[in-house]
């Protein structure tokens, strides 16, 4: 057996085997099959065309030999497809396996790329940093875009690439396929029930409207202003609503969280309360946030909705469970739709536009407003 004698960083002899086995390449593993190396290229990237007996023994053979199969990287160079789609979050990665609407959103798209055969990478957008590297070196064949604000560079990153692209839950963009709701038309229906049941002293808790954090209440001119499409459209349902019927939405409660946890909508409500005691619904622009304000009135022994009325928006597990009242969007169909507009090989012509329906769920956590003397005092 020859050795290669070699020093190590210590100056001591190491010996290593010669004749080590190298691994198998494709034409190695077609040398043992006595086959072509089209035919074990087939076995991976087009079963189709070899018989069920061929390629299996082409499988076995390479995994006897340790052949790990076709370099993906340099197929991809080959076909200049990665076979893959990318999706464009705003948030940390971990948030697509935490908040409840983006797993559904991501379970409907992961679907859809399934059935494409195409796989999912995503690429996460810290909404607090400017380095858009990962959209740049992302290797997808298309992008999906999710509730990203209008002036996120990662958005114009995305745009900048030479590959198909959605947006979901954006104002249309001119030049690319868009999916989402009427978030305006969504949330003026839970202001007309809120008005038809009698109440004018409301607050409001809204997810992030900016890029910048702002924990705190929210001036007009950054509602109005806001650079993320659904919370901007969802304020402006819930102000001309309430403006219709007299209300001075100037004198209206509007409290901002950056993050998007129960915790921050306890935190939320708490501020709000605190601001103004004597309000008779908290309207939320998200489920997460509504039950988030539901445990702080709970914990200052204000009952839902005998002395507070709840409403949130989304309807996701939990919120349906206690009986929320909220807006029912489908957000796994929105997810479904986004991956299918993606890989519709099929040249439209135009953008296309998906709106999917919502539904007003009218629960258990909304009720007529008490007057002052019976929510302090009791009947």
Known sequence: MLHLVVLDRYGHFMARSMNARRPA??????AELGVSRTTVSN??????????????????????????GPDPVARSLRTRKAGAVGLLLTEN????????AAVSFLEGLALA????????LLVPANPEREDVAAVQRAGVDGFVVYSVPDDDPHLAAVLERPVPTVVCDQPELELFDSVGIDDHAAMTEVAAHLIALGHRRIGVICMRLSRDRNDDVVPQARQSGAHFHVQRSRLAGLAEAFSSVGVDWSG???????????DNGAAAAAQLLDRDPQITAVVCTSDILALG???????????????LTVTGFDCVAEAERIGLT?????VREKGLA??????????????RRVTLPTELIIGTTSAAPRTAQERWFGP
């Open 326 to 330: 909220t807006v029912r969007q489908p």
């Open 93 to 100: 990665l971990s948030y697509a396996f935490r908040d409840p």
């Open 43 to 68: 076995a991976y990237n087009r079963p189709d065309q070899l018989s069920p007996e061929l390629r299996r023994r082409v499988l076995e053979t390479a995994r006897r030999l340790g052949y790990p």
């Open 338 to 351: 986004a991956g299918r507009l993606l890989t519709d090989p099929t040249d439209h012509g135009r953008p």
């Open 252 to 262: 209206v409660s509007v409290v901002e969280r950056f993050d998007h946890d129960i």
């Open 293 to 307: 304000a539901i445990q702080e009135a709970t914990r200052r022994g204000l009952r839902v909705p005998h002395d």
């Open 25 to 30: 390449t494709l034409a190695s593993l077609a």
């Open 113 to 120: 790329c399934e059935t494409a055969g195409q796989g999912l």
